[in-house]
């Protein structure tokens, strides 16, 4: 089961970005994904066309089971 995290950040503009990332492990906790999104934004690690992220906004685990039919 192939899995991927979706951050979304608000911006020093006010409007929202989102990053995924795939291939994440089962079992994330919730203050793991903050302090992941806290570290981001702390060292300033993205800068996006409208401006550094400022702050989290939400955060989902998106996961996908596929199987081949032919």
């Known amino acids: ?8 950040f608000v ?9 995924t990332i795939q291939g994440v ?5 919730n203050e793991q994904v ?3 999104m ?11 066309k ?3 992220l400022s702050s989290p906004s ?3 685990v998106t996961e996908i089971n596929s199987r081949e039919i032919v």
């Open 1 to 8: 089961m192939a899995r991927s995290l979706t951050l979304t």
């Open 11 to 19: 911006t020093s503009n006010g409007s929202k970005a989102t990053l």
């Open 25 to 29: 492990k089962d079992g994330l906790t």
């Open 34 to 36: 903050k302090a992941l």
């Open 38 to 48: 806290d570290v981001i934004i702390t060292n300033n690690i993205f800068l996006t």
């Open 50 to 52: 409208n401006g550094s």
């Open 58 to 60: 939400k955060a989902k």
